[in-house]
């Protein structure tokens, strides 16, 4: 059952790749997969957890946790499955909350306050504007709300959906490596930051420039290839008349803007997960944009009401990432995913290289259990350590390395970050162009940032 569970995950993921050449939802594979890889965990519990391959079975074990059949099946249902599913609800109710947030600011056409005052028609010059304000605002919101804000804004400045696609895919990029170099930017550089492996000054001074790099070549490359004007969709006639006045949608679009703005501020005050704050911000919207609908006449009550709203969230692209998260929770929890951190380890020692490689398979499953794996392997060395340890200690190379290959390296596929999984919901970008056009490019990115810190490291 152990080794039946990886081959449903590979056959799983092909079906993903191949979506649109077999016509079937990536969301209806992907919660198969998720919620099959749990069903055979449970039925072969009793065999995989006797490899010995899961720790946290170990620790279930050593903390006098119950055996046999009755024991396991508490440990999988009460213990294993609650954990996942306490971190993949609240990604899942964060990403719903921004989407929400996001459509409420575009149903008041609060985006065309933004749009209409960029003037910029030629698709190198935008590219590079949207890539550097999508690489500095991930560091203050994180990657996942930047990127949906940004592909909002280029759905209402760009008509031409492979064009949208380039510059979806270039704002992928940049909001992982934007959320690389920032303490709150990414979900691996919060863990590393709130286990004491990094601190936020260090982290930002050692790992902005290679960040930078892993944005700005691919970005050079794009500006290069994207030639011409930009074609500007055009405005709907009842995107006139839906408003009488202008003031309504600078309030709705201030609103959105300080609700994101303050997720990471609640965060750090309270130390609650960020989706408590994202879901704070979304109920004040929606108590404030009912209480001021009682003015508005019936239709337009209906049309900008959040709960009418809601029904345009792109479910399916929430429904696709639980499937994935729950799938990878699976393979972590069964062992797997310790079985890969250990091979790694024992026949790649170089804390380079190893990095690497935790980089590109954080663009093939999610970077949360690779990073946690590779967490719990490697203590923290105390400060004054020698030879090798020096690299483990607080804001040692390989911690500081291990969040920047972390945070980039999943953009070099497209369901390879929650990043990339919503701009490929929000934009149906196929999974086989990104691979085919932006892939080597992300690529190249990652890889220009690893020899920058490599390079750091050897002359300073």
């Known amino acids: 059952m152990y080794y039946l569970m990886l081959e449903v995950f590979i056959f799983g993921y092909i ?57 396991i099946i508490h440990f999988i249902v009460h213990h294993e499955l609650t954990e996942h599913l306490s971190e993949i609800a609240s990604i899942v109710f964060f990403l719903m909350g921004a989407m929400t947030i996001v459509e409420v ?69 940049s909001a992982n490596a934007g959320g690389a170099w920032s303490p709150i930017g990414d979900v691996t550089t919060i863990m590393l930051w709130i286990g004491g492996q990094i601190t936020a000054l260090k982290i930002i001074e050692e790992i902005f420039m290679p960040s930078l790099v892993a944005m700005v070549l691919p970005m050079i490359v794009l500006a290069f290839k994207l030639k011409g004007e930009i074609d500007t ?60 609908l009682h003015n508005k006449t019936a239709h337009d009550k209906r049309k900008l009401n959040v709960g009418h709203i809601l029904k345009k969230i792109d479910m399916p692209t929430v429904l696709f990432l639980m499937g994935i998260l729950l799938a990878v929770g699976a393979l972590s929890s069964a062992g797997h995913l310790n079985v890969l951190a250990g091979f790694m380890q024992e026949h790649f020692t170089d804390i380079y290289l190893q990095n690497t490689l935790i980089g590109i398979l954080s663009a093939i499953v999610d970077n949360v259990p690779i990073v946690a794996a590779f967490m719990g392997m490697y203590p923290i060395a105390e400060a004054g350590a020698t030879g090798e340890m020096t690299n483990f200690v607080v804001d040692g190379k390989f911690w500081e390395m291990l969040a920047y290959c972390s945070g980039t390296g999943g953009s070099i ?35 220009g940032g690893i020899s920058l810190f490599y390079l750091e490291m050897l002359f300073m």
């Open 15 to 71: 079906l993903i790749v191949l979506e649109h050449n077999i016509h079937i939802n990536k969301a209806a594979t992907a919660l198969i997969m998720g919620a099959g890889l749990w069903a055979l965990y449970a039925i072969g519990a009793d065999d995989i957890l006797q490899l010995g391959f899961s720790e946290s079975w170990k620790l279930w074990l050593d903390g006098g946790g119950e055996t046999g059949h009755e024991g």
């Open 105 to 173: 600011i575009d149903e008041y056409q609060g985006f065309r306050i933004i749009t209409n005052r960029i003037k910029v028609t030629q698709k190198s010059k935008l590219l590079v504007i949207m890539s550097l304000l999508t690489f500095f605002l991930s560091a203050a919101l994180d990657n996942l709300t930047t990127t949906i804000v940004i592909v909002a804004v280029l759905n209402k400045l760009i008509k031409d959906d492979e064009t949208r696609w380039y510059f979806a895919s270039m704002v992928v990029i």
């Open 233 to 292: 969709p055009d405005i709907h006639e009842d995107e006139n008349t839906a408003f009488i006045k202008l003031r309504d949608r600078i309030i709705v679009l201030v609103m959105g803007i300080a609700a994101l703005l303050f997720v990471p501020v609640i965060k750090s005050y309270t130390h609650l997960p960020p989706f408590i704050g994202m879901l704070l911000g979304l109920g004040v919207m929606w108590f404030m944009t009912d209480f001021k």
């Open 413 to 447: 596929l497209i369901i390879g970050s929650a990043a990339g999984v919503a701009a490929m919901g929000m934009e149906h970008i196929s999974f086989t162009w990104y691979l085919k056009n932006i892939a080597w490019i992300a690529a190249l990115g990652y890889l």
